[in-house]
């Protein structure tokens, strides 16, 4: 089915996203190519100044890059193992099945900002709940001037934060499978482990790789979280990508700097993403 | 072994509800606290543990100017971007999915692929880079710290979103209806009006709480592009956290912030069961 007019139905949303976007995009870019800061505010032009001093001399920036790495995969990791057990708990006979399957959801609902200003009262060294139990047991850690358990604070409260959307996808699409491929699977007498090994997981290989994906795509701009939660530090020890452009770009208006940490950060996200796309396929989907 | 099985699976979603009912129950409790209860220590149970109070939930519809924190403006606004955004995203994403879906495009390399991963892929970019040159941006429009702005900033948020799961949804909406309805005599726009848009409502709402729930939770455009005109809900809740932190007001407004999105849930889990979801994300 083709006819003239199916312009009309593409165009009106593309238009408006590009007309949208098409000046920040280039604006960043010829940004980028200029030594704009607080000084000097302007758009004269140094070449690829900013790029060489990125490359060379920035290795603040590499670091958030590694821990960027390790907070999402880590974070995404978690997100699915956790995601997909409950999506498989709550899929079929459960007592209160819609129950369970609203609270699930509910932590997706809250604003990440304002549920981790929440969670930073939990976590406070004194006078939160955490400490309070652990005190029982002589324990009293410094959750957020603490390097590692710094880390592992955000890695908690993401967790919390998101585990129920990689919930949500996997059980949309735990709830497609077709009922076939289970009931030739009993009737050949296999048990719920090996029914999981060789019918469901092979089954939601695709949804899986879509949903990791998303996750990580949505993880790696990490930010709201830090920017309360830790303000990136103790130190560096939880700055991430993000949160390094916004320090350079809005804290210390190194404008055309951050341009060019900007340009660099997506030209590698869009890089990584698709090299970790397509070695999931390849890990996942092998049975095929 | 069944009955491992089945301690193992209520023990592990037990652990989990509570882990995610936590963070809410202490915001419950805290708000009731005055400074006196919060700085002793840390306190669950009001009348045993801690005498209750209700200024927490006082001072949220206060003026500033009494000391209060005023959050019935700031959540007005919130509403009101939040949902013209979604509006907006929804008909346009849904309009450009079903060409997405239906038609073929060529242009140069460029097939239907390319373009659907051209609106999905805007959601790679991190705010903090797009924020700098919309400051500039709406800066020069005009449009700094005013609603129309942000509502075109979350119109970009919002509408790869709604064309990601448009797309799927329009996938798996037989062709034969769009074909019976042409061979029918509707021209191409009464049949995507009258035969296609009506079977297609159920994967427009999940698209827009999906537009609801990530235009709701933002925090960063709004922190960015607007100052003292039009705040929105989280920017005005994240500036109580400053050097001595009212845990008890931000403890109210946490949970009264989380209240809309509690009825989204319920609508999304429906659609979940009843089986329109599968369809609409994949």
Known sequence: MNFRHKHIFLLPGLLVLIGILIFPILFTVRLSLSSWDSFYPGLDFIGLENYIRLFTDDLRFWESFLRLGFLSLTTVFLQYVIGFSLALMVWRDIAFKRFFRVLFLIPMMSTPVIMTVIWKTVFHESLGPVNDFLSLFELTPLWLSNDFLAKITVIIVEVWQWTPFMFLLLLAGLLSLPEEAFLAASIDGAGPIRKFIYVTFPLMAPISIGAIIIRLIEASKIMDTVYVLTSGGPGTSTETSSFYIFIKGLREFQMGYSAALSFTYLVIMIISLTIIAKVLVRVLMKQD | ?282
């Open chain 2, 1 to 282: 072994m069944h009955k491992i099985y089945l301690s193992l699976k209520y023990g592990f979603i037990c652990v989990w509800s509570m882990f995610v009912v936590a963070p809410f129950l202490w915001a419950l409790s805290t708000s009731f606290k005055d400074f006196q209860s919060v700085t002793s220590g840390a306190t669950y149970i009001p009348w045993l543990q801690f005498e209750p109070t209700l200024e927490g939930w006082r001072v949220l519809w206060e003026s500033p100017a009494n000391g209060g924190v005023d959050i019935a403006e700031p959540y007005l606004n919130s509403i009101i971007v939040t949902c013209l955004a979604s509006i907006i995203s929804i008909i346009l994403g849904t309009l450009s999915a079903y060409a997405l879906s239906r038609f073929t495009f060529k242009a140069g390399f460029i097939r239907n692929n390319d373009i659907t991963f051209f609106f999905i892929s805007q959601r790679i970019m991190p705010p903090v880079v797009l924020s700098i040159p919309f400051f500039i941006m709406l800066g020069f429009l005009g449009l700094l710290d005013s609603m129309v702005g942000l509502i075109m900033v979350y119109i970009v948020l919002l509408m790869p979103i709604a064309v990601w799961i448009m797309v799927d949804f329009f996938n798996k909406v037989p062709r034969e209806i769009d074909e019976t309805a042409l061979i029918d005599g509707c021209n191409p726009y009464q049949a995507f009006f009258k035969v296609v848009l009506p079977n297609s409502i159920p994967g427009m709402i999940v698209a827009g709480m999906f537009c609801l729930i990530f235009g709701w939770t933002d925090f960063f455009f709004a922190f960015i592009l607007t100052f003292t005109e039009v705040q929105l809900l989280p920017v005005r809740i994240v500036a109580l956290n400053s050097s001595i932190t009212p845990w008890w007001s931000l403890s109210a407004a946490a949970l009264i912030s989380v209240a809309p999105l509690i009825v989204v849930a319920f609508i999304v889990e429906r659609f979940l069961s009843k089986g329109n979801l599968s369809g609409a994300l994949k």
